[in-house]
């Protein structure tokens, strides 16, 4: 199946750092999500991305859906320890039926 | 009050058996699906009901069957288990047909 390529596939950052990641896609997305998923839980819902070009905050978190609507960004700012954990993107891809995909992950882990 | 949630949350279980995983959700969503997480973490879409009708069945095995007795429940059942089936299986709703997930904690089988 269909899958977004999603960088760096792993960060190890020092606490109070800012961290960007993110996913591209060669087929046009209507929305983007992002996700965080902490070990032993199920992925939690971080940003969610309706609009070519909006940017979204979420306290240190923002995300951006990108022009071309392929394509979508993630920055933390100021990592703390607790940020550690896996961060998905996922797209809804128009081109199946709308079916969410979802990226491979980046796994961030934070030195304090 | 859990949103998402499923059980068991661990499965241990013998090649060849048959073994069923719960679902329940209690947000008033018309949308479920059922995803597999791998051993990389990667996240594949199994299912997906919509007010118990199935909308989503992706290349699955026969040998899995969804079931939805109503559209807060979805139930997966699993024969002839496989060592490859071994794996993460989370249980998510929605509010539609697509977009945002909300994911249950997961239930993790291994098959021996």
């Known amino acids: 199946g269909q899958q977004l390529n999603q960088s760096p596939q792993s960060m190890f950052i020092q606490e109070g750092e800012d961290v960007s990641m993110n996913c591209t896609s060669s087929s046009i997305f209507n929305t983007w999500l992002w996700y965080k998923q902490d070990p032993g839980e199920g992925p939690v819902l971080l940003i969610a991305l309706y609009k070519a070009g909006e940017l979204t905050s979420n306290g240190r978190l923002t995300a951006q859906f990108g022009i071309t609507r392929k394509d979508s960004f993630l920055n933390i700012s100021a990592s703390i320890p607790s940020d550690v954990g896996i961060y998905f993107c996922a797209g809804e891809d128009m081109e199946y039926g709308n079916k969410l995909v979802f990226g491979a992950g980046t796994i961030l882990r934070v030195k304090s | 009050d859990t949103a998402v949630s499923q059980t068991p949350k661990y499965l241990v279980t013998q090649m060849g058996n048959d073994k069923s995983i719960k679902c329940e959700q209690n947000l008033g969503h018309d949308t479920m699906y059922w995803y597999k997480q791998d051993s990389k973490k990667f996240l594949k879409i199994m299912f997906s009901y919509n007010n118990k009708e199935l909308i989503i069945n992706e290349t699955v095995p026969n040998r899995f069957s969804p079931k939805s007795p109503d559209k807060a429940h979805l139930n997966l059942h699993i024969n002839s288990l496989e060592l490859g089936d071994s794996a993460v299986y989370f249980c998510?709703?929605?509010?539609?047909?697509?977009?945002?997930?909300?994911f249950g904690e997961g239930s993790r089988l291994t098959v021996l």
């Open positions: 998510a709703s929605s509010p539609r047909v697509t977009g945002e997930l909300f």
